[in-house]
């Protein structure tokens, strides 16, 4: 049986593992963000620096706006994801979209409100690909997969997979009664040993027998 308290105290650690440095759990990493948050065990890797999420892959968050980018748990997300917020909107609706209010020298009165898209919403157990954008108001399903390069215009249900510029469904990651399976058990919500003991089940591709172990242990 997985040990609770190690397993509490390694995702406490912003570098899980000392032999990956460009590894990083991004809780403990956004815990003073003032727009941002993650859920355990959901990581980012960078063959840079990956301690500079915070400030290079949220992109545009300012105080100014009330917008926030919140991550699930389990989520892996890629070197060079971008995460867009609203501070970098323009009104398209006007004769001109340069943000005149902004120069205080310029005198122009504060546009009221600021466009607003909304904040982004990343689901649980998802995968964000290498170099992939998220825009602002864009709200990502569990269980998704958002291919490299992608720019996510429009929310992702759970389980699709989407690729392209815009992004496009391409395919569900699984059938859909093992989502909707997937979907009831919840299974990102359980204690974290749990979670540990079902690994070999949430690696395979056999749902009932992740049913029969969340049944066994008092999951269902």
């Known amino acids: 049986m997985p040990d609770p308290v190690v397993l509490e105290a390694l995702k406490a650690k912003t570098h899980p593992m000392a032999a990956a440095p460009s590894m990083v759990f991004l809780k403990p990493l956004l815990a003073d963000h003032t727009k941002a948050e993650a859920g355990d065990w959901s990581y980012y890797h960078d063959s840079r620096d990956p301690t500079r999420f915070g400030q290079d892959n949220i992109r545009y968050a300012f105080d100014f706006i009330e917008d926030r980018l919140i991550i699930g748990k389990y989520c892996s997300i890629a070197e060079g994801a971008s995460f867009l917020l609203n501070g970098g909107n323009h009104f398209a609706d006007r004769l001109s979209s340069f943000p005149f209010a902004i120069f205080a020298e310029m005198e122009a009165p504060a546009p009221t409100p600021w466009p607003n898209r909304g904040g982004i919403s990343v689901g649980h157990d998802v995968w964000i690909g290498w170099g992939a954008t998220i825009l602002p108001g864009v709200s990502i399903g569990h ?32 059938p859909e009664h093992d989502i909707a399976q997937l979907l009831a058990l919840n299974w990102w919500d359980w204690p974290d040993e749990a979670v540990a003991q079902a690994g070999p089940h949430l690696m395979s591709q056999d749902i009932q027998a992740l049913m029969a172990f969340a049944k066994a242990h008092g999951l269902d």
Not at 144 to 159: D, E, G, H, K, W
């Open 143 to 174: 269980g998704a997969i958002i291919a490299a390069q992608s720019v996510v215009t429009r929310n992702v249900a759970p389980y699709e997979v989407v690729a392209g510029n815009p992004a496009e469904v391409k395919k569900l990651r699984l």
